[in-house]
């Protein structure tokens, strides 16, 4: 009875959020779109992942995560809210279409989201009283984006599993997830549920604890090992860039004053150093865009890695990879894209458990962007 309630509730969201998110602006297949699992590109199939005892199988299993995943469970809405994966990816996919810029946007959601007092939301508060102090204000964050698609799930939500209280963070989780995973059509690694929403959130710990453009290995690696996030997932993460955009004043220094004499940086292959340029002349413009993939950011592909060997790496924090040996020969073999994907969902799972709140802890907001008890 129980799962026919389900399937009755699903086909009621298909309908329903067809009218939410649209089919227009199917995507084509662009280079190295991976069609895993049989979905031939038909959007009819965006529904058929997720839920649960669903294929997340084949490429993109991040087998042998046993461990406990800071409390987090894969089943944690299975009777409250039976269809969330579905009416998540539906929403999301529906987005991605439209934008393809939005699977950057939300996985970098996540990512600062966690590496901030953990996976709690904690980014998506707005201030009170124009104050201008929460994470959300902080430099590293003024260019994040996708706010409103965690609002629409969330409100979507509200809808179709009534007094159900899925946390803000499990939806910012989910929505990454599902945004990086539009282009293979199918789940890419597991998200672990059951995190509860953050109460505090400040500007200045996101300075903190957010790496900056310009570090070099050492400090990349200090700040994921609080997290403990080892070397191998530093490096596999920071494959994150193999999508999405900087803007020219994080690389202007690299590319007009390295050392204060008007050079550039020698760690960037010169021709690169020339394209740069180009994109980004003097004086800067900061609102100007440069890919961090090098004609390739819109793809999720192992071509930041390949960049990253021709030191073609945009951010010094990228070429700072080169510079560590280990960290060196696992960019070497990430070049290798079943290699690089296998070790992205399992880092994923792993910074998506960072701090995690659980049980009595921390709240389910109400309104993603305000802590319930300003919510009045
Ligand atoms: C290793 C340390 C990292 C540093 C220093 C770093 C730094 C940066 C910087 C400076 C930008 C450009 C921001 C802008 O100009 O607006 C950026 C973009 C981005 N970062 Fe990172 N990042 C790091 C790790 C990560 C990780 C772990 C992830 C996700 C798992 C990630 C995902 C992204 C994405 C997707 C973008 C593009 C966003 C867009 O196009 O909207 N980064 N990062």
């Given amino acids: 009875m129980k799962y026919l309630r389900a399937s009755v509730t699903i086909f009621v969201l298909l309908v329903s959020l067809l009218a939410v998110v649209g089919e227009e602006d199917k995507p084509k297949k662009s280079k190295g779109d991976f069609n895993h699992g049989g979905h031939g590109g038909d959007h009819g199939g965006d529904f058929n992942n997720g839920g649960h005892g669903g294929d997340h199988g084949g490429d993109f299993n991040n087998g042998g995560h046993g461990g406990d995943h800071g409390g987090l469970q894969s089943d944690f809405y299975r009777d409250s809210c039976p269809a969330l994966e579905n009416i998540v990816q539906s929403i999301v996919w529906g987005r991605v279409r439209k934008d393809p810029t939005m699977p950057a946007k939300l996985l970098r959601l996540h990512y600062h989201d966690c590496f901030v007092r953990g996976c709690d939301a904690s980014i998506l508060i707005d201030p009170v009283n124009g104050d201008n102090t929460t994470e959300k204000n902080a430099i590293p964050n003024r260019t ?109 220094r690299r590319l007009y004053n390295f050392s204060g004499k008007n050079d550039t940086d020698p760690a960037l292959n010169p021709d690169y150093a020339n394209k740069l340029k180009e994109i980004c002349p003097p004086p800067v413009n900061p609102a100007t865009r440069v890919e961090l993939d090098f004609e390739s950011s819109r793809n999720f592909d192992s071509n930041y890695f390949s960049g990253l060997t021709l030191n073609r790496g945009t951010l010094t924090s990228d070429a700072a990879l080169l510079t560590d040996p280990e960290a060196k020969s696992l960019v070497e073999s990430y070049q290798d894209f079943d290699t690089f994907k296998k070790a992205f969902a399992i880092s994923m799972v792993k910074m998506g458990s960072i701090g995690v709140l659980t049980g009595n802890q921390g709240e389910i907001r109400k309104n993603c962007r305000v802590i319930n008890q300003n919510n009045v």
């Fill in 144 to 252: 994040i984006g996708g706010y409103d698609v965690i609002d629409l799930i969330k409100t979507v939500l509200g809808q179709f599993c009534p007094g159900t209280d899925v946390s803000c963070a499990d939806i910012v989780a989910l929505a990454a997830r599902d945004a990086v995973s539009f282009q293979f059509r199918k789940p890419m690694w597991d998200v672990f549920m059951g995190r509860r929403d953050g109460t505090v959130s400040n500007a200045t710990e996101a300075l903190r604890d957010l790496p900056s453009a310009g570090s070099n290995y050492a400090t990349l690696r200090n700040l994921f090992a609080r997290f403990n996030l080892d070397e191998t997932d530093l490096v596999a993460l920071s494959g994150a860039h193999t999508i999405g955009v900087t803007h020219c004043p994080l690389v202007f």
